[in-house]
């Protein structure tokens, strides 16, 4: 049995179909009283709390562990090393597929970063755990670690991100640039950000012989169910992992990190359950981050201020032992209309964890600098930002020549200006200020955001009392699957929401594929929508051939379903409800398997993206250097919107992110030792609540029938790109300092 | 965390015994000793809970005009009392622009005073600190230094003093009662924390088993209450250490300065008092070229400790600002974003 | 060594055997009182999620040592409801849709509450921003708490005058 769905005791309007309303989330009693249950609040009997040890330093090996130091610490049961680590039925290094990455699973004594775990301690407390753990005091074998973007050798990756092309070139850049009536060339730096959703990785293992049982948060069931049976050697149906609920993920918990398997090599070696939750400072290595990158991005225009040529290169860095390249370039493929485009990477290897998707990864890296150049090319013509991006509006995607699914960023751009009262913005900087004699500045950025469709199954069943069923290992890390994905089955299913009941977020049920990409509502909703067709096609075969029934000779095509009825298409007087088709079938129930992935004539055919723009406005101390966001406005096609409230939140969520990326996050590593100085939450800047008065998202209507049968672009990344350039832009605005060092910080504008 | 004997005195005296064995710590709110000994930074054997001594919590007003407050009273509540904030608008200011309402409610007055430095490096339990280890070296020198001292700094600590509230404080000739083993005693609380120099280790001069039992703002103080303010910046709007502060109050007559008072934070291992910039400004017009001069003076020993020139200049402007803001009164509120340059109403120019 | 202490939490009257004094009140309630609605999500006073009220103030329970409490009133979010009939708070949170992954949002919750006993901010949305300000939500919900404490509040003040009507 799985997890059982969350309920609400409130009763949902409804006006027509559930697609489109603005339900409440449906998880959101559960989530106000506490009550749901993330994976370490679970406590089972028996339970051991298991802590690790983390490499103080980057390179090197671990000479000593005081392993009796921790044993002898009362409450502690076991401290597992590399010397006593069980053997695993696969290597953590082998890497069969990119969507594999490799693990620090007590291997080797080698560290190949800091924050690498070298150690386990198994007590009866988390309290005894811990210290046991700090008792370890190890001894290294220190090597100077490498850890910068100039450091060694640069290579060019043999792809960057998912397989896309480390290099694409269209038209001849060089040549373009010399013939360009206005140039730029410019370097912009980002820097390492790490997720920090605020649920640390956490887990709570329990083996039963080779059963395994597991509560730990999870984007991707099945990808995690299969990663844990090949480094165990049994069998995926095994294991059972329960996730109905994420405390945020953002790309972090796309995998199962190792933190997390060492949760379930320590359960086994106890032979007790055993809960391994990550301390906030150990969020920062083992499991993944956003890359620094340097991109230089050249620019040409002719004398109308139209660009003949972007070049986007982009040096980034991944870890020494695994690959993952942030691939910021590739933002220039789609937004500018250019007859000459060149996007490159290359990368250096340095002693770091190995980088990860990190929200919107290489899109929000790649826009922030596009952006920027965008607008240092704006102002280099002489002309405002939106009438520049007017003049250079893409109508068919600039690298591919295809045309688009469906792009209404001509929308957004007159709708996020409106919205914002662009019009009036002084050409020039430091033009403006507010009553109290700040500076006020106004930026606006392009957002963009590929839509991507995965592969994924979920299982339709309607009951003969009326009620339906829809079962799909989802994932909600707070997009709202709960409650738009049981929309779209509600839909699929003909009923109320009412009347369905919605098994979601464990890994018994049909996989969902991975929540990420901006795209699991379309690849969630799709198989739904599907396996809620299949069912309702079923049990119309059934009416349809039964003589007594009222639809009788219908024919499959001729029946339409709604309400928990079938109706004939052309005679809705001849109808019948589910309840009695299957009733007098004898039938409890008719189940049916729905599947989803993309249609690959469509990608052939077609650019598929959503679009925005993005308007912000920011305020400047002029002396003193301090910057707040202080009107962050967005108008967004994302094609269909399942429900606009949760979509709202969303996009509301990724420019926030926008405005962390631009004025706030970053990873402080001493360059020395390769450790990281503020790994905490009191110095790794994220927004609070005061960083953000007033951000509004507004969505504009678009109706793509290319993308999906339901048309659902995605709306879970795309509000970082655009934002944080926007805000970039604002500030230069506001100052007539342009950062290019990304976050923009007080001293930055002290010393410009 | 190690194991620790958790001790609850019920009076100040078996307290100050018990706090005298070696290993001890006071533990108050804990706000900042619990951070400490989660991240390895300091391990005492034995925690000496004080939170239950009686007659520490009060806010008084004594025979001779100035205000005790007890060493137990929370952040939060006297931020928030209003006969406190009333005389003495500029605490109150630089108190509920600190940490969060959460730590605000929690932290204690002696405890805000005793806050240890945020040096990255302290914290890092892996790298080298002076003040963590004694002798074990800096590596804040060469690191990550953006944010760290540009006055009173040594070669062996370029840490800063994390506290908003000592800032006004400090600048309102703030007494700072203790009772220890040999008795009770007063020490200023300019002279409170260490510098650095060969012993950076020291953060105070209290001894084993000192306790600090009270607070105590001299009467004259509160005549600054119409002209004084502190000012703050930050990398966050909100729930953010200073990059530097500056607290700034005035007595004026008629657009002349009588008496002045200037100290900042975020700029050395103690809140500095700015007395050249106060005598520079004593019995002088206020004006933007004589509150420019006196930042001039303030800074004028300052130096940079690592990447961070920048607080210098900084540091003056602040002073400028603050400066002005006290010129030109002190709101009949504080502000909704305490001590920013974001709270509305706020002029900008000189 | 082991402490016998005496705490009320959610109104009910709790004995409470402490056997290590290293034990905070967050993992006291999250690991021994089977009470995990309350999050750790930085354990250091960084964030937010383990806001509780202690004896009527929001406070961090995770830099709270639970030995050094005694008779202390404890709410947590377990103890905000009534039953069934959801705080105001709670119920303006999900209409203003101030959460996403929820796991901030306990905190949040009591944090708000907290907000509004102390009567500082008012209606003034800017004071709620900064008064909240010590509750981190990295999915950016912010907008929906500073509407949902503002909402909440006006719905608690209109209750409490028609009692005294």
Redesign the interface.
Known sequence: MSESPPTSPMPHIRHGSNIGQPLTRRDGILKVTGAARYAADNHPNGLAYAVLALSSIARGRVAFLDVQAAKSHPGVVEVITPANRPALAEDPDAKTNPFMFKLDLLQSDRVRYANQPIAVVVAETLEAATEGAALLAPKYEVEDPIVALDAGESFVPPSVGVGNPSEIYKGDVAKKLAAAANRLDVTYETPPQYHNPMEPHAIVAAWDGDMLSIDTPSQALAMAQGRLAGLFGISPDNIHIRSPFLGGGFGSKGFISGPQVLGVIAARMVGRPVKLVLRREQMFGPVGHRAPTRQTIRMGTDAQGKLTAIAHHTRTQSSTFDDFFEPASDASHTLYASPAISTSHDAVRVDTGTPLFMRAPGEATGSIALESAIDEMANACGMDPLTFRLANYADVEPISGKPFSSKALRECYTRGAERFGWAGRPLRTGQMRDRDGLLVGWGMGTATFPALMFQANAKATLRRDGQGMMEIGAHDMGQGAWTALAQIAADALALDMEAIAFRSGTSDLPDAGIAGGSAHTATAGMAIHNAGAAVIAALADLATSDAKSPLFGAGNGGVIARGGCLYARNDESRNESFADILSRAGRDEISAQGQSAADPSAQETYAMHSHGAVFAEVKVDPDLGQIRTTRVVGAFAAGRIINPRMVESQLLGGMIWGVSFALHEQAHMDRRSGRIINANLGEYYIPVNADVPSVEAITVEEVDSHVNALGIKGVGEIGITGTAGAIANAVWHATGIRVRKFPITLDQLITG | ??????VRPTTVREAVAAASEPGSAY?A???NL??LM???VVAPDR?V?I??LTGLDRIETLANGSVRIGALV?N?ELA?DAHFASHFPAVAEALLSG?????R??ATVGGNLLQRT?C??F?????ACNKRVAGAGC?AR???N?LHAVLGWSENCIATHPSDFCVPLVAFDTVVEVEGRAGKRDIPLDQLHCLPADAPERDTVLERGDMIVAIRLPAAADRFAPHSRYLK?????????A?VSAAAALRLDAGRILEARVALGGVALKPWRAREAELLLAGNQADAALFHRAATAALVDAKPSGD????I??AR??I??ALSLAASGTPARVA???A???A??????V | MSLTKTLVINGLKRTIVLDDPRVTLLDLLRERLDLPGTKKGCDRGQCGACTVLVNGRRINSCLTLAASLDNAEILTIEGVAQGEQLHPVQDAFIACDGLQCGYCTPGQIMSAIGLIQEAQAGDDAERVREGMSGNLCRCGAYQGITQAVLDAQKVMRASKQQEVV
């Open positions: 965390m190690k194991s620790f004997e958790y533990l709110a804990g706000s619990l951070d989660k991240g390895g925690l809970d939170t239950h929370r939060a928030h940490a969060t309402a959460q730590l409610n929690a945020r990255g490096y914290y890092d339990a892996a790298s590596d060469g690191g990550d953006r910046v930050r990398e966050r709007t909100s729930y953010a250490f990059v961070n020139g920048f607080k200049e900084l402007r602040i400028v600002r909704a974003l305490p920013s340059a974001f509305s109403g706020v002029t900008h120019h």
